[in-house]
């Protein structure tokens, strides 16, 4: 199987349920490298799974924290996205209210876009990517729109 990198992001208003959803599907993410955003980082790493009587914190050492969205995070995850490291985002923003940092929102979930890489803004989407039979097919390949080269090479005159 290929390497999967998979980003998650949630707003503080949806944090929670973020952290829930991790906890419903961790069998299946224990599979893939993690990378998130500040707080939301911390919590999915000390999220606490109990099983057959056993307690574990299975992301413990398995997520790679980035700054807070707001100071930065948000931007290290885009410029991963362009350079072809993340091939799932999972951002739970809350769409009820204005972010301060709206402006790194937007230019997130736009390279999501461009980049073409799986990209859930909800729980029901999120269990779908995740479920997904192509999700680390090895023949299967994330492919960049033509607008990308046409764009890179295009004639400035």
Not at 67 to 84: K, N, R, V, Y
Not at 86 to 110: E, K, P, W, Y
Request: charged share 20%; aromatic share 8%.
């Amino acid at each position: 199987m290929k390497e999967i990198n998979i980003a998650l992001v949630a707003h503080d208003g949806r944090k929670k349920e973020l952290v829930n959803w991790v906890k419903y599907n961790h069998k299946l993410l224990s599979n893939y490298n993690l990378y998130a955003t500040g707080t939301t980082g911390r919590l999915i790493q000390e999220l606490v799974i109990e099983e057959d009587g056993k307690v574990s914190l299975p992301f413990k050492d398995k997520v790679t924290r980035l700054l807070s969205g707001p100071l930065g995070g948000d931007q290290q995850i885009g410029a991963m996205i362009a350079e072809g490291k993340i091939n799932m985002l999972i951002f739970f923003c809350d769409n009820l209210i204005m972010q301060g940092h709206q402006n790194d929102v937007s230019a997130l979930t736009r390279l999501a876009a461009l980049y073409n890489i799986a990209f859930a803004t909800n729980r029901t989407t999120a269990d779908m990517l995740l479920t997904s039979s192509l999700l680390g097919d090895p023949e299967y390949d994330i492919e960049l729109p033509d607008c990308i080269a046409a764009y890179v090479n295009r004639s400035l005159k």
